[in-house]
């Protein structure tokens, strides 16, 4: 009898565990935010005492982070992190991704521009060829809403602001969420650019300047080890 196929969550923990082998001892580690992140960080604190802290991407992780024992440092007191772990909504065969899912990318991407090293873990659903089908995060000034979403309608996209218990969704950054929806991102560092550019938009969702340098995919297999140039 074959056994079940491991649920998400187990996936989750999987690749959360794997990342542990990119973590240098003695050194501060760059962490993201979201539920596969979550996993890492408990797999994390079971090493606590070999690292000496972390960099956290939002106020959820360091909430975490600081429950299991963890020290977390503030971005502007290190100068440079030798590796930052998260996830991804999605990632391409380039090493570059959507992120923003859960409403972290802004510092998401600060983290990750201090890094010499960033590693995602995600699990094999989240491979994709092209960017897009996963509605694009985009981190905006409220006063410059509407006017973006006019910008992406351009492009093909549909632009939604995402919301929390009937209201817009306020970010750690004290900004709203647009998701959009349509657009196929066939020029990932192109299109981060252009959008980058447009007044409002605090950060897209984007990962093609900051991509990945390794991906840890968990397949009920096993974790697959991606590696980009």
């Not at 963890?70 to 971005?75: A, K, L, W």
């Not at 991407?109 to 995060?137: E, T």
Request: net charge negative; with cysteine.
């Amino acid at each position: 009898m074959n056994a079940p196929a491991p649920t998400q969550d187990e996936l989750k923990a999987m690749v959360g565990q794997a990342a542990l082998a990119y973590v240098p001892r003695g050194e501060i580690v760059g962490v993201g935010t979201g539920s596969t992140v979550n996993k890492f960080i408990e797999a994390l604190a079971t090493i606590r005492g070999e690292i000496r802290g972390a960099v956290s991407s939002s106020v959820a992780s360091t909430e975490r982070l600081r429950a299991l024992g963890i020290e977390v440092f503030d971005s502007n007191a290190v100068d440079e992190l030798a590796v930052y772990i998260d996830g991804a909504d999605e990632i391409d065969g380039r090493g570059f991704m959507i992120k923003g899912g859960g409403a972290a990318l802004t510092r998401e991407k600060i983290v990750a521009a201090q890094s010499s090293r960033f590693v995602c873990i995600a699990d094999a659903s989240k491979r994709v060829d092209v960017l897009g089908a996963f509605p694009l995060p985009v981190e905006v000034i409220p006063m410059a809403v509407r006017r973006i979403m006019r910008q992406f309608a351009a492009l093909g996209g549909v632009a939604q602001v995402r919301e929390k218990d009937g209201a817009p969704l306020v970010t750690d950054n004290g900004q709203h969420i647009l998701d959009v929806s349509g657009l196929a991102i066939a020029d990932p560092l192109g299109f981060e650019s252009e959008v980058n550019q447009w007044p409002g938009v605090v950060t897209v969702g984007v990962f093609a300047h900051q991509k990945a340098d390794v991906c840890l995919l968990a397949a009920p297999q096993g974790v697959q080890t991606l590696s980009f140039g």
